[in-house]
């Protein structure tokens, strides 16, 4: 996985973890499902979202270049 998927891949889940944490007001259950699905948006930021070059992790970096190399994060 690339990190922009990764990116992407991590945003997605947070936002859907915070809608169903949001249903969590109607029903409980949703909002113990909700956490999960939003702690779960960590595993693709923690093991995919790296530098393909040094292969250090990008942290809240959004930029196109690795901070830690300076190369471009997008092959
Ligand atoms: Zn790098």
Known sequence: MKPK???KCRDALMIAGVVVML???LYKTFLIAGLCVA????????????CP???KLLG???ERFCQ???ES???
């Open 5 to 7: 998927q990764a990116g």
């Open 39 to 50: 702690a779960s948006c960590l595993l693709p930021h923690f093991l995919f979202y790296r």
């Open 23 to 25: 249903l969590g007001y």
């Open 68 to 70: 830690h190399c300076g």
């Open 73 to 75: 994060i997008e092959e």
């Open 53 to 55: 070059h040094c292969g």
């Open 60 to 62: 809240r970096n959004e």
